[in-house]
């Protein structure tokens, strides 16, 4: 198992950045496809970037291309979502989740693992 814990959410003006982390404490996390998701209050929980086991394949949902970036440390089992440019409606619960086939997916039920969830709220 993977057990995975998000840190680095919090609130930001609109236009700020946030860094959010999320920590793996399993041996095995480099074997691993990374992904963000989010849910935005009274929505479904929607993809946000992924990225594969050694960082060569990442995927980004349309609405944050060029604003987020997606990376990874497997020498401190850590995948990062760094965010810039935030507006209002990038607040949401941001969980990351792992998947064990170690690719860049954005489909949900690809992840066997998830993280609680870092809260994100972007004041207008």
């Known amino acids: 198992q993977v057990p995975l814990v998000e840190r680095g959410g919090g609130v930001v003006e609109a236009g700020g950045s946030l860094r959010l982390s999320c920590i793996s404490s399993g041996r095995s996390f480099s074997d691993y496809g990374m992904g963000w998701f989010r849910q935005r209050p009274g929505k479904k929980r929607e993809f946000v970037a992924a990225i594969s086991r050694s960082g060569g394949s990442i995927d980004y949902a349309d609405f944050v291309k060029g604003r987020f970036t997606i990376s990874r440390d497997n020498d401190k089992n850590t995948v990062y979502l760094q965010m810039s440019s935030l507006k209002p409606e990038d607040t949401a619960t941001y969980f990351c989740?792992?998947?064990?086939?170690?690719?860049?997916?954005?489909?949900?039920?690809?992840?066997?693992?998830w993280g609680q969830g870092t809260q994100v709220t972007v004041s207008s």
């Open positions: 989740a792992a998947d064990r086939l170690g690719v860049a997916t954005p489909y949900e039920t690809n992840y066997d693992r």
